[in-house]
């Protein structure tokens, strides 16, 4: 988790270093937009491949490489000639948009190996506040940073968090020879069936392609799961919104000093995220119960509620307030989710993080188009408004799944029971809303 502050930082420097270098190199503003767009796109299409990736090496190695990546791509804008810079940049973006994702899905599917099953609310709601924490202190330093010691020195600084990670992932005390857990179980068995070490290879291509149909057959016969990802990837457009909203609003309440209102939502929205995996830490290890997938639904609801509010022009305390709201919300669903998707069986993991990244960076790469052409035309609080109201919808929807899904666990439950077979217990996967994936 530390490791994984420290290059959350160095991204979210970078994040503003890079948009602002991309302009200054190409003197377009198209350019910073195409610059976004390869990210996310590289992004999308990594997740699509997460999953088989990860079926075939380690996690381990996979993190350690991400980062090496990407440190290697900021040394390359650092060393490159003058003349190479356009390209570079394009490169980069692709290079980070690609590895950062693989790193994600590496390390959200791989927390219940690393703490074990009964603790990955905690260790998400660290994850989550160590990265609200980095962002704050990203974003508040990136102008500084840029401003007094150059564009070289952020690059410099990014690439040194990406090392400090690589190096924490390469402490740990996992294995990098197999799939860590991610199905190896079926892969060491298809090696000892072999009889050969130079059979091993055939067997594990073919243990992989074979567990990558069956995962993702699987997670399509699970209605509800597949409802929370498209949700996921819903509430990501919606992000795009206010994210693209946020400076046209805040230029419009005070085109003076235009960055008072970003920041300080943004720094008040951390703190409510901070706070929120406070709260949530404490009820993991009270009832040693996580807040499940009916807790995504309606967090999802309150978080695009408050977004929607927080542009529609009430003065400073309640705007603070609503931010606060907004901030605590979005770290409940950004918990609730990620630990929900990690109670899947060990082989479907993965494959349902790699879906969800696929769809994440593609509802939050067409929003970022969508609203910027919407935002010439409509008001930031019309804009944010659609956005977010989709993601209400979707919410709306899912949860009703959920509860439906839950009271017929129940009733046959409670049929069982008064049927003489209460000894069943109920049924497999109820304690997950429903959104159980069969291991068969």
Request: charged residues 10%; neutral net charge.
């Amino acid at each position: 988790m530390a490791g994984y502050a420290i290059s959350s930082y160095g991204t979210f420097l970078n994040l503003v270093a890079l948009n602002l270098y991309v302009y200054a190199v190409t003197d377009r503003a198209l350019a910073v937009g195409a610059f976004m767009t390869v990210r996310f796109a590289a992004g999308f299409l990594t997740g699509l491949v997460a999953g088989p990736l990860l079926a075939r090496w380690s996690a381990k190695g996979v993190m350690l490489w991400a980062n090496l990546l990407q440190a290697a791509a900021m040394l390359l804008l650092v060393a490159v000639p003058d003349d190479h810079h356009t390209a570079a940049l394009f490169t980069v973006s692709a290079v980070v948009g690609a590895a950062g994702t693989l790193f994600m899905v590496a390390f959200r599917s791989s927390i219940p190996l690393m703490v074990g099953e009964g603790r990955t609310t905690w260790a998400n709601s660290l994850m989550v506040s160590r990265r609200s924490m980095a962002m704050v202190a990203g974003f508040a330093s990136s102008g500084v940073v840029v401003s007094l010691l150059g564009y070289t020195a952020a690059f410099l600084a990014d690439m040194g968090t990406f090392l400090v990670c690589a190096l924490t992932v390469a402490l740990l005390p996992m294995a990098r020879n197999a799939a860590d857990g991610v199905g190896a179980e079926s892969v060491a068995g298809a090696e000892d069936g072999a009889g050969a070490e130079d059979g091993g290879r055939g067997a594990r291509d073919e243990t992989g392609r074979i567990r990558s149909s069956a995962a993702l057959a699987a997670l399509g016969a699970a209605p509800a799961l597949l409802l929370m990802v498209a949700l996921r990837g819903v509430d990501a457009l919606g992000s795009s919104s206010h994210n693209a909203a946020l400076p046209v609003y805040s230029t419009r309440l005070d085109a003076d000093s235009p960055a008072v209102f970003v920041s300080v939502f943004w720094c008040v929205w951390a703190i409510g995220n901070v706070l929120a995996q406070q709260v949530l830490s404490r009820y993991a290890k009270r009832t040693e119960r996580a807040v499940g997938s009916l807790g995504f639904g309606l967090g999802t609801i309150v978080m695009s509620a408050t977004f929607i509010l927080a542009f529609a022009g009430f003065p400073w305390v309640a705007t603070i307030v609503i931010a606060l709201l907004a901030g605590a919300a979005d770290g409940l669903t950004e918990v609730s989710y990620t630990s929900h998707l990690q109670t899947l069986p060990s082989g479907l993991r993965t494959h349902a993080f790699g879906l969800s990244a696929t769809v994440e960076n593609l509802g939050f790469g067409i929003g970022m188009i969508v609203v910027a052409t919407a935002l010439d035309a409509f008001t930031p609080l019309s804009v944010v408004a659609v956005a977010h109201g989709a993601a209400i919808v979707v919410a709306l929807v899912f949860v009703a799944q959920v509860l439906r899904q839950r009271n017929a666990s129940r009733k046959a439950t409670a049929e069982s029971d008064e049927g003489g077979s209460g000894d069943a217990g109920p049924a497999r996967g109820s304690h997950r809303d429903g959104a159980e994936v069969s291991g068969g």
